[in-house]
Nanobody
């Protein structure tokens, strides 16, 4: 079992920045892929970005490429999502997720999920 706890959401004006954190516990994450997803009201949950714990390769959805950066702190077992140049359309509940399945990061199921953190971008 992996427990994931997100933090760092809030209200920000368009053009601003936020950093989300996802603290993981329960397992060594060497074989895990960590992902960030988001779900806006009335929309399906969508993949935002992911990172492989071992090796650190990353992948971004086109909608956030160049604005968002995923990173990890091995010592703290924590994944971060730095969000810059935020837009109103980035408003959503952001979820952290984890899995051991080795597949393209934006496809396939994730096994563990956090409770989510709200990000609201005002225009």
């Amino acid at each position: 079992q992996v427990q994931l706890v997100e933090s760092g959401g809030g209200l920000v004006q368009a053009g601003g920045s936020l950093r989300l954190s996802c603290a993981a516990s329960g397992r060594t994450l060497n074989r895990y892929t960590m992902g960030w997803f988001r779900q806006a009201p009335g929309k399906e949950r969508e993949f935002v970005t992911g990172v492989r714990w071992s090796g650190g390769s990353t992948y971004y959805a086109d909608s956030v490429k160049g604005r968002f950066t995923i990173s990890k702190d091995n010592a703290k077992n924590t994944v971060y999502l730095q969000m810059n140049s935020l837009k109103p359309e980035d408003t959503a509940v952001y979820y952290c997720a984890a899995r051991t399945l080795f597949a393209p990061m934006n496809y396939g199921p994730y096994d563990y999920w956090g409770q989510g953190t709200q990000v609201t971008v005002s225009s």
